[in-house]
């Protein structure tokens, strides 16, 4: 009975009028679809805009903060090697770094959820090797504080195992060096790759 229904109002329905109808639903159709696609856009430009300027001011605060860890090392580690050349045996009992003290968490963010649809490849590829060196850094320094944090006082110069103590504090501290000359090339990379991407990102602001 349905079936004979319709088919009774399409033979007495005229075919301009059912044209007419169709353009009608696709138009609105068709509207509602541009409508959709364009607010998507809109908002993809502002999730892209946000993305590179959260990008921006951290890059720049941490290209500063690495710059200064350079100068830092530039500063120490020459007078650790000569005390090292002399038969000295430095301090370096006492340091550490607190973790976490950089945005690894944002940079993986971005790098895994947001570049793909933010980024080009020429900023993509940049970002990677940022992370990798972020994580180069963050391990040195584990690796510094194990060091730092086996370091000993040296028993009196007759203990029977003084020679044994401080060779093996030479060889800590020896170690100790090579990883202070490590992140004193990372914090250079880190530096020099934060402002690269940095005036990257400018560019894309523009």
């Known amino acids: 009975m349905a079936t004979l229904r319709i088919r009774e109002r399409l033979r007495a329905a005229k075919p301009g009028k059912i044209l007419l109808e169709l353009v009608i639903v696709f138009v609105g159709v068709y509207a509602a679809f541009v409508l959709n696609n364009y607010q998507a856009e809109r ?10 300027e959260l990008l921006r001011v951290g890059l720049d605060r941490y290209e500063k903060l690495f710059a200064g860890f350079v100068l830092r090392h530039d500063n120490t580690n020459p007078q ?5 050349d002399r038969g000295e045996l430095p301090a370096f009992g006492d340091d550490f770094y607190p973790a976490p003290q950089y945005p690894i968490e944002m940079i993986d ?4 959820q947001e570049s793909y649809g933010v980024f080009s490849v020429d900023v993509y590829v940049p970002l990677i090797a940022f992370q990798n060196a972020l994580r180069r850094l963050m391990y ?3 690796k510094l504080v194990e060091l730092s944090t086996a370091s000993e006082p040296l028993p009196p110069a007759d203990h029977p195992d003084h020679s044994w103590v401080r060779a093996r504090q030479e060889q800590r501290a020896e170690r100790y060096y090579r990883y202070l000359e490590i992140r004193r090339r990372t914090s250079q990379e ?3 790759r934060a402002k690269a991407i940095g005036e990257q990102l400018d560019a894309l602001a523009k």
């Open 43 to 52: 908002q993809a430009a502002r999730s892209r805009g946000h993305v590179i």
């Open 80 to 84: 650790f090697r000569a005390a090292l």
């Open 109 to 112: 963010h971005v790098v895994t």
């Open 140 to 142: 040195v320094e584990e």
């Open 190 to 192: 880190l530096a020099e």
